[in-house]
């Protein structure tokens, strides 16, 4: 069973860079698998951010793109997003997910970013 | 890249069938068939429930299944249960490793 665990800070300023972590259960590798994220508005519905293969590279969504860096750290068995210039429109439940072939199939619990000053 | 469009909210009683529907472009739903449904309960992660139009992962009742038709793909949920009562997302491969989202269905069980 693979499980996925999503961290960091739940409040971020306006302006500054949002950064979490998603951390791969020890007994799932994270090689050889596309990883993704994905965030929720509140009472709003799913939006993709971004992927990453082990290899390090990266696809991004085309409206967020210039603002988004996902990357991984296969020896911690973890991979990252970090959005910038962040702005209320930001404020969501982000999830972390595991992409098998063309789909995710396992997800992180999410974890919910507010932007607010 | 925009959102996938669904019907915002369907119904049925229990035991009853209920379709929802995800329409899309050529450049995603029609376009491969790469697309995945996910069940959602308030305050829960999403969860896989069809992928590649109508493959059913290990787990998931036979009760839910998946179709397509041109650029409008489908979730049918047979045989309504209590526990069916979710909201719903269709999601698209949409070329070039990106991905597009439905804008989610509530399903009501009455």
């Known amino acids: 069973q693979v499980q996925l665990q999503e961290s960091g800070p739940g409040l971020v300023k306006p302006s500054e860079t949002l950064s979490l972590t998603c951390a791969v259960s020890?007994?799932?590798?994270?090689?050889?698998?596309?990883w993704g994220w994905i965030r929720q508005p509140p009472g709003k519905g799913l939006e993709w951010i971004g992927s990453i293969y082990d290899s390090g590279s990266t696809y991004y969504n085309p409206s967020l793109k210039s603002r988004v860096t996902i990357s991984i750290d296969k020896s911690k068995n973890q991979f990252s997003l970090k959005v910038s210039s962040v702005t209320a429109a930001d404020t969501a439940v982000y999830y972390c997910?595991?992409?098998?072939?063309?789909?995710?199939?396992?997800w992180g619990q999410g974890t919910l970013v507010t932007v607010s000053s | 890249q925009s959102a996938l469009t669904q019907p915002p909210s369907a119904s049925g009683s229990p035991g009853q069938s209920v379709t929802i529907s995800c329409t899309g472009t050529?450049?995603?739903?029609?376009?491969?068939?790469?697309v995945s449904w996910y069940q959602q309960h308030p305050g829960k992660a999403p969860k896989l429930m069809i992928y590649e139009v109508s493959k059913r992962p290990s787990g998931v009742p036979d009760r839910f299944s998946g179709s397509k038709s041109g650029n409008t793909a489908s979730l049918t949920v047979s045989g309504l249960q209590a526990e069916d009562e979710a909201d719903y997302y269709c999601s698209a491969y949409g070329g070039s490793n990106s991905f597009v989202f439905g804008s989610g269905t509530k399903v009501t069980v009455l």
């Open positions: 050529s450049s995603d739903v029609g376009g491969y068939n790469y």
């Open positions: 997910a595991r992409l098998r072939d063309v789909h995710f199939d396992y």
């Open positions: 020890a007994h799932s590798s994270s090689s050889g698998y596309y």
